[in-house]
T-cell receptor, first 109, second 118 residues
Framework: KQEVTQIPAALSVPEGENLVLNCSFT??????LQWFRQDPGKGLTSLLL?????REQTSGRLNPSLDKSSGRSTLYIAASQPGDSATYLC????????FGKGITLSVRP | GAVVSQHPSRVICKSGTSVKIECRSL??????MFWYRQFPKQSLMLMAT?????????EQGVEKDKFLINHASLTLSTLTVTSAHPEDSSFYIC??????????????FGPGTRLTVL
């Protein structure tokens, strides 16, 4: 059974700092991995989808990585801003999506 | 493109009543829609997979007679919580996977429905 872990559960950084969000998964047999953003009481916004067979693509200040063999993905956020404060979830896909619990990020002005 | 809507966004009901939640893909056709529930500070848990024109596939532990799913068209799936009880209070989120999504299997998520059962 696939398990997705995101540690730490919460992270607080000052504005402008670069940071890395971690995601690990137990079964490396996946089609892709997605990173989502969720604001309080809201649905999910897809940030990035990483195909297991393709090179990762940068999206603005967000830079993902995926290492299937080690079961790890990271989301690098450059020059963090208070507007980046939200919960970030990763999810791995085979037949269905399996989600981590998310990392709640707080960027202090 | 790839917008998914949910209605209602918030519902409060009395224990014992039934509640219907709609999920629509607004600008694409979806052969498959998914229903998730999320408890506070927890991850999304898949409840069921809904395929247009066929019966939904429920995850282990999800009562199909309690959570009725109808996927009547390529743009609409509904979830009905029957005889709702306070423990059914949760955040319900749907997602849709469009036809010809290729190998990406990307899902597009709705904004969620907050259900509170008194």
């Amino acid at each position: 059974k696939q398990e997705v872990t995101q540690i730490p559960a919460a992270l607080s950084v000052p504005e402008g700092e670069n940071l890395v969000l971690n995601c690990s998964f137990t079964d490396s047999t996946i089609y892709n991995l997605q990173w989502f953003r969720q604001d309080p009481g809201k649905g999910l916004t897809s940030l990035l989808l990483i195909q297991s067979s393709q090179r990762e693509q940068t999206s603005g200040r967000l830079n993902p990585s995926l290492d299937k063999s080690s079961g790890r993905s990271t989301l690098y956020i450059a020059a963090s801003q208070p507007g980046d404060s939200a919960t970030y979830l990763c999810a791995v896909a085979l037949k269905k999506l399996t989600f981590g619990k998310g990392i709640t990020l707080s960027v202090r002005p | 493109g790839a917008v998914v809507s949910q209605h209602p966004s918030r519902v409060i009901c009395k224990s014992g009543t039934s509640v219907k939640i709609e999920c629509r893909s607004l600008d694409f056709q979806a052969t498959t829609m998914f229903w998730y529930r999320q408890f506070p500070k927890q991850s999304l848990m898949l409840m069921a997979t809904s395929n247009e024109g066929s019966k939904a596939t429920y995850e282990q532990g999800v009562e199909k007679d309690k959570f009725l799913i109808n996927h009547a068209s390529l743009t609409l799936s509904t979830l009905t919580v029957t005889s709702a009880h306070p423990e059914d209070s949760s955040f319900y989120i749907c997602s849709a996977r469009r036809i010809a999504s290729g190998i990406s299997n990307e899902q597009f998520f709705g904004p969620g429905t907050r259900l509170t059962v008194l």
